[in-house]
């Protein structure tokens, strides 16, 4: 009777790493098709909102779901070394009389590098959708609130936001998307 604990155990994991197995290959399928996933997601997060419309609630939920693709979002707009640390870095380099490296877009080509890289915002933003369509399955998460305060409030959130990130984008000349952007050869016309 001892002897089957740790032979039920050893399944269990045997199990759950099959299960991550196929999981990590369907993700190694879906990685080059960009534009399917991310139709994919766009339906999930449609019928998401229907039943939340449908059943009138989880308007918590909902809000969260928003907050947290908003910070994905942003995260996903942003390159991986802020530019205006780096001036301060090489602002402090040329007071010590440091090397001074080329600042200048002219002088060196620097690629667009993400500091959330398009699969991984895909995946978060699929994964939070699905959790928050879970959550709405139990009522313990349908806290009553008045929900116009909640979208209100979101709006100008997302509005002051992106306002910022705007500003940020111009102020250090970055464009986060190859539109617009010179392409030389058979480039990828996505996200990257």
Request: proline share 6%; with cysteine.
């Amino acid at each position: 009777m001892n002897s089957d604990a740790p032979e039920e155990g050893n399944a269990f994991w045997a199990q759950k790493s099959a299960l991550e197995q196929r999981y990590q290959a369907i993700l190694d399928k879906a990685t080059p098709h960009t534009k399917e996933r991310w139709a994919f997601t766009g339906v999930v997060l449609l019928i998401y909102f229907i039943r939340v419309f449908i059943a009138q609630g989880w308007y918590i939920v909902t809000y969260a779901l928003g907050i947290y693709l908003l910070n994905l979002f942003l995260a996903f707009l942003q390159p991986k070394i802020d530019p205006s640390l780096e001036m301060d870095m090489e602002a402090d380099s040329v007071e010590e009389g440091g090397p001074v490296l080329p600042t200048r877009s002219d002088d060196e080509f620097r690629p667009f590098v993400r500091r959330l890289p398009e699969f991984k915002f895909w995946h978060s933003a699929t994964r939070s959708i699905v959790i928050a369509f879970f959550c709405t399955l139990f009522r313990v998460f349908d806290i009553p609130v008045f929900w116009p305060i909640l979208l209100v409030y979101f709006c100008i959130l997302f509005t002051l936001t992106m306002k910022r990130q705007i500003k940020h984008m111009i102020k250090y000349r970055y464009i986060p998307f190859n539109i617009g952007k010179k392409s030389y050869g058979g480039g990828n016309k996505s996200f990257s």
